[in-house]
C-alpha cells in the first residue's frame, strides 16, 4: 500500500520562509511525478508545482521565483522551500504521488501553512 506524507507546515509571517517535506513509501514501482497542491477554504485546489523523476518542474505562476521544489530519488522525497511567503499562500498544503503503471495518484493527508500580515 502506498503512503504519502507530508511534513514541515507551520506558522509564520509574512516575509518568511517555511520547507515542506514529502516522502512516498509502500511501492517497489517507480514514482514518477510528485506534486504539491494547495487548498485555501473557499478556494478550488490548485496545483502549486511538480517535479518528476527526470528533476523537471513546473510552477505555478503565483509562486514562480519564490518557491522552489526539488527531489530525492533515492528516498522518494520531495521539498518544497517558500520563500518571501504572502497571506495568500496560507492553505492546506497536500503532496501526491505518480505511481508508474498505476493509474490515479496517491495523497497525502496535507498540511496546514499559515502566513499572517
Known amino acids: 500500500q502506498v503512503q504519502v506524507v507530508e511534513s514541515g507546515g507551520g506558522s509564520v509571517q509574512s516575509g518568511g520562509s517555511l520547507r515542506l517535506s514529502c516522502t512516498a513509501s509502500?511501492?517497489?514501482?517507480?514514482?514518477?511525478?510528485m506534486s504539491w497542491y494547495r487548498q485555501a477554504p473557499g478556494k478550488e485546489r490548485e496545483l502549486v508545482a511538480d517535479?518528476?523523476?527526470?528533476?523537471?518542474?513546473n510552477y505555478a505562476d503565483s509562486v514562480k521565483g519564490r518557491f522552489t521544489i526539488s527531489r530525492d530519488n533515492a528516498k522518494n522525497t520531495i521539498y518544497l522551500q517558500m520563500n518571501n511567503l504572502k497571506p495568500e499562500d496560507t492553505a492546506v498544503y497536500r503532496c501526491?504521488?505518480?505511481?508508474?503503471?498505476?493509474?490515479?495518484?496517491?495523497w497525502g493527508p496535507g498540511t496546514q501553512v499559515t502566513v499572517s500580515s
Open positions: 501526491t504521488a505518480k505511481v508508474e503503471w498505476i493509474d490515479g495518484l496517491y
Open positions: 517535479i518528476d523523476d527526470g528533476h523537471d518542474t
Open positions: 509502500g511501492t517497489t514501482y517507480k514514482i514518477r511525478t
